[in-house]
């Protein structure tokens, strides 16, 4: 019960469960079996999309080895909607992990951002 009540409330209190499950609203721009890609509220470059597990892992480590050829296959689909829309002509893809690495929602995600020539993005720049 201590465990259940544990997956209970950190659903509850993370934000991208919520967006899962409808409860936050948000723009979603792809759906698959596992994950969701959405739009980031607060972008780097026009179509910076996130990808995230339906299912609530903190981090890259919880997420099981067995949704990775999907997780793969869904960066790819979300990163060819980018280049149809001609939003880039390069992407970065880049996961924070744990406090030290800059992650602030426990909710393991994966940052999509088209690039395109000279647009003078940092995404690792610390200001
Ligand atoms: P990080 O954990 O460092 O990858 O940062 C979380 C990312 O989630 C940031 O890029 C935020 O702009 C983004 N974000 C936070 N809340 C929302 C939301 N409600 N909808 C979409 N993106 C969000
Ligand atoms: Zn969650």
């Known amino acids: 019960l201590k465990k259940i009540m544990a997956d209970v ?5 993370c934000i991208f469960c919520k967006i ?4 936050l609203k948000s723009d979603i721009v792809r759906t ?9 509220i607060s972008p780097f470059a026009e179509g910076h999309t996130l990808i995230l597990p339906k299912q609530h892992y903190s981090t890259m480590l919880d997420i099981p080895n067995g949704l990775g050829g999907e997780m793969l296959q869904f960066v790819k689909e979300v990163v060819s909607d980018l280049t149809k829309k001609n939003l880039g002509t390069g992407f970065n893809i ?5 406090k030290s690495a800059g992650q602030v929602v426990m909710h393991a995600h994966i940052h999509v951002i088209p690039r395109k020539d000279g647009d003078g993005i940092r995404y690792f720049s610390k200001d």
């Open 9 to 13: 409330s950190k659903k509850d209190d």
């Open 20 to 23: 899962v499950n409808g409860g």
């Open 32 to 40: 698959g079996k596992n994950f969701i890609a959405v739009k980031d």
């Open 94 to 98: 880049i996961s924070n992990n744990f």
